[in-house]
């Protein structure tokens, strides 16, 4: 693991729009020549543009929560922000720059931009989990907030954030909506882009996220039978199976664990592999 990578991760004060691009960087190898065409000058001028349009819309409005409400419209229909949920997200809306331009981003890296432009334009943005989906909300003063999808730019109204502030657990009068903090941001992100490439079958850059995620949280389970899983597809079983082993041992309940505890216990590790 690059230490300083990992000293970036944990840093409160790196802006958390240049971490995804670290962490782009780190998992898809980027060389110096690709890395400016991929997130050079260009790529982030287009997102200064954005800014500069979305304030210059909202500078002569005096109403914070009408102020929102335009910046809004002005991202998600004059920007092109507005897009539908996919049952699945490629590779490539996870890359920060690319995906921006191309205006297929992921919903935990289209959250981040948005989150990044609304502060840009003067309120107080953040990113919150809203079951079962990460949302954007914007404190426009005092007395107002608006929670919205970031994929779809549909805001929620009170009564639908209560219904889904009811499937938490306990006592639904001390539920509050806490802002995520940047290392669950993070691992959302790395979570979501790991499936990803396990879909694609890119399994050595999907192992790169689960080095990452478990040098956050190195007790994980569930990341470490991900990475037993990712190791086994890439023949490299005998290591792959203390991870197997860990999780069998933590999730013992768990059904993928009863399975994988039965092809333990008949696997003959003498078998060689083939690297």
């Not at 349009?53 to 929102?68: G, H, M, R, T, Y």
């Not at 290591?239 to 216990?265: S, T």
């Amino acid at each position: 693991m690059n230490t300083l990578l990992l000293s970036e991760l944990q840093s409160q004060e790196k802006d958390l729009l240049q971490t995804l691009v670290l962490l782009e960087e780190y998992i898809f190898q980027v060389d110096k020549a690709d890395e400016q065409v991929a997130n050079g000058e260009l790529s982030f001028n287009s997102l200064e543009t954005i800014i500069e349009q979305c304030q210059a819309v909202i500078a002569e409005i005096e109403s914070p929560l009408e102020q929102a409400e335009i910046l809004l419209n002005e991202l998600f229909y004059q920007h092109l922000f507005i897009d539908n949920h996919k049952m699945y997200w490629p590779v490539k809306s996870f890359k920060i720059a690319s995906s921006l331009n191309q205006r297929l981003m992921s919903p935990i890296v289209k959250a981040t931009f948005v989150c990044e432009i609304v502060n840009a334009c003067g309120f107080v943005a953040d990113l919150v989990f809203v079951p079962s989906k990460v949302m954007v909300r914007i404190n426009c003063d005092d007395k107002y907030a608006i929670i919205f999808d970031a994929v779809t730019g549909e805001s929620l109204n009170w009564h639908e954030l209560d219904l889904r502030l009811d499937d938490l657990d306990g006592d639904p009068s001390q539920h509050e909506l806490m802002d995520m903090n940047r290392q669950a941001i993070l691992v959302e992100y790395l979570s979501s882009l790991k499936s990803a490439l396990i879909r694609e079958q890119l399994f050595d850059k999907a192992l790169l996220c689960v080095d990452l995620l478990l040098s956050l949280n190195p007790d994980d389970p569930l990341q470490r039978r991900d990475r037993g899983f990712l190791l086994h597809q890439l023949d490299c079983f005998k290591v792959a199976v203390d991870d197997y082993r860990y999780f069998v041992e933590q999730c013992p309940k768990d059904p993928a664990a009863q399975l994988l505890k039965i092809q333990l216990d008949n696997i003959t590790l003498s078998e060689p592999t083939f690297h």
